[in-house]
C-alpha cells in the first residue's frame, strides 16, 4: 500500500466523523440552552486541551503531514475557534486541504528523510515513519479525546458516530 491509501482515507473518514459530531454536539447545547462555549471549552482534564483545542490539533497534523511531504503550503487557518460554526470551517479547510494534495508527491515522499523539529528536540525521520509513527497516533488521540469530551459532557454518541462512513463497508 502507499502513504495515501494508508492515510488520507482515513483522514477524510474520521474527520467527517468528527464534523457531524460537531453538529451533534451544536444541537445538544441549544436543544439544553447550554452555553455552546460550555462544550467548546470543556477539557478532560485541567491541563489538557478543551475540545475545540482537540479539533484544531486534529486537523493540524494531516495538514503538517501533506505540507511537510510535498511542499504544498499549510492553509492559513483561524487562530481561534470561538464557536461550532467556527470549527465546522476548520474542519471544511482541512478536508479540502486533503483532497487537493498531490497525491504522487505525497507517496513519493515516504522514502524522503525531512527535518521535524518540535519544541522538545530536533529530528529527521523519513516521511513514511513521521506519518505512520507520529501524525497518525496523534491523530487519533485527539480524534478520541474530542469525542470523550463531548461523552463525558453527556452527548449521546455511540461507537457509529465515532467511526462515521466506513470506506469498503456494504450494509446489507
Known amino acids: 500500500m502507499t502513504l495515501s491509501e494508508i492515510s488520507l482515507p482515513v483522514f477524510v473518514q474520521m474527520l467527517n466523523a ?4 460537531v453538529d451533534k454536539a451544536a444541537k445538544h447545547a441549544a436543544d439544553r440552552k447550554y452555553d455552546p462555549a460550555s462544550l467548546l471549552q470543556a477539557r478532560l482534564f485541567p491541563n489538557m486541551y478543551t475540545f475545540a483545542r482537540q479539533i484544531q490539533a486534529m486537523c493540524d497534523w494531516p495538514i503538517q503531514a501533506i505540507s511537510l511531504t510535498t511542499g504544498k503550503p499549510a492553509p492559513k487557518l483561524a487562530a481561534s475557534d470561538a464557536t461550532f460554526a467556527d470549527l465546522k470551517t476548520r474542519l471544511d479547510a ?6 487537493a494534495a498531490d497525491i504522487a508527491a ?8 525531512f527535518d521535524v523539529s518540535t519544541p522538545a528536540a530536533k529530528r529527521s ?3 513514511k515513519d513521521f506519518v505512520l509513527h507520529r501524525v497518525l497516533p496523534q491523530f487519533y488521540f485527539h480524534v478520541t479525546t474530542a469525542y470523550a469530551i ?6 449521546d454518541l ?3 458516530d465515532f467511526m462515521g462512513k466506513v470506506p469498503g463497508v456494504k450494509t446489507k
Open 18 to 21: 468528527v464534523s457531524a459530531i
Open 94 to 99: 482541512t478536508l479540502a486541504y486533503i483532497q
Open 106 to 113: 505525497y507517496d513519493a515522499a515516504a522514502e524522503t528523510v
Open 125 to 127: 525521520q523519513k516521511g
Open 150 to 155: 463531548l461523552r463525558h459532557n453527556g452527548l
Open 158 to 160: 455511540s461507537k457509529g
